[in-house]
């Protein structure tokens, strides 16, 4: 078992609105996990989001909040609900309506990880499952939960930025009429999941940093979105995909030469998510 679900780092002082969470940027691989895998400790990381958390490690030094995964994608999965469970891998389990995640192995507890690859000779208990459940997703989600909780009682509004990577190959035909290649997709789950205010800022932070952003296509958001976006009740998450080769060597998993300069750049970017709301903030105090 991972040493912890999450890691949590808070602000000196609580000054946003916001709150950044890292869902798939866990790397604590125990073991008897390895043990477990038909995959060696290379290949298994493929599907994690490498370094995200530390491109968002900012966000407490703007007053918000920054929650990060301990365990990795591939042990459990933040970004699904509790009960995506996958029949071709947990025994006991009888097969339900079509989920296209789940039937692709990509459940609570994936069974494959990039490319399709498997990550186990066979299949695990349901009691393997629901202790992971219950030990890293719970514990993460009822952080989450309090998090957007407490910044909705000191604001009046919560904003989740869910943040996530994504391979460069991902991005294939994503182009259309001859336009530049995205290199940040924002998902509001077609509009769903947070008002257009708040996604247009979030959008704009990153256009002026000077980055290529479309929205929605081809990641609109999952569980996290879905399940936490309440535009109507005042709370808003946006999901935001960068391009893993702007910092990343995607084949060894490193940090590229670009690392750096592209953590400053998000800095400012960051820096101007946190303070969403502030302007009208003040100007209702005043």
Sequence with gaps: MPQTAYHLHLPEAHTSRVVFASPHSGRDYPWTFLRTTVLDEHSIRTSEDAYVDRLFDCAPHFGAPLLRAGAPRAYVDLNRAADELDPAL??????????????????????????????????????????????????YHERLHLLLRQAHERFGEAVLIDCHSMPHEALDGATRGGGARPEIVIGDRFGASASPGIVA?????????????????????????????RPSRGQHAVQVEIDRSLYMD?????????????????????????ALGAGEQR???E
């Design 90 to 139: 947990i025994e006991g389990l009888k097969r339900g309506g079509h989920n296209p995640r789940v039937a692709s192995g990509l459940g609570v507890v994936p069974r494959v990880v990039a490319n399709g690859r498997a990550i186990y000779r066979g299949k695990l208990s349901r009691v393997e499952a629901d202790k992971r459940i219950a030990r890293i997703w719970a514990p």
């Design 201 to 229: 800022r979030v959008e704009a932070a990153f256009v002026e940093a000077g980055f290529v952003v479309a929205r929605n296509v081809p990641f609109a958001g999952a569980y996290t979105t879905q399940h936490y976006g």
């Design 283 to 285: 100007m209702a105090a």
């Design 250 to 274: 995607e084949q060894r998993i490193r940090p590229n030469k670009d690392f750096h300069a592209i953590r400053r750049v998000l800095r400012g970017v960051v820096s101007d998510i946190a």
